[in-house]
């Protein structure tokens, strides 16, 4: 059974910074891709940002040059540095693991960005 875990949410001031973490079960290259979405209250899950296994990185015009995701292989892990958050980034991110036939999910966490 593979599994996600995030972590590192939490409540922030608007133009702090936090870092999300996603551990995985497993090696994280058994992946096509990782990724991190969000979803605030009465929206549609968004696109984040993607790293491919090769190590291909992409974002959401929202987020370009304020978040960055990167990975630990030896810890499975893969993280999204969030700087200069603002009150619309506030949302539950999920963690995503994207195979050919299935794509995994972890359970949420909350970022709350308020003064």
């Known amino acids: 059974q593979v599994q996600l875990v995030e972590s590192g949410g939490g409540l922030v001031q608007p133009g702090g910074s936090l870092r999300l973490s996603c551990a995985a079960s497993?090696?994280?290259?058994?992946?096509?891709?990782m990724g991190w979405y969000r979803q605030a209250p009465g929206k549609q899950r968004e696109l984040v940002a993607t790293i491919l296994s090769g190590g291909t990185l992409n974002y959401a015009d929202s987020v370009k040059g304020r978040f960055t995701v990167s990975r630990d292989n030896a810890k499975n892990t893969v993280y999204l540095q969030m700087n200069s958050l603002k009150v619309e980034d506030t949302a539950v991110y999920y963690c995503k693991g994207a195979r050919r036939f299935y794509d995994y999910w972890g359970q949420g966490t909350q970022v709350t960005v308020s003064s």
């Open positions: 497993g090696s994280i290259f058994s992946f096509n891709y």
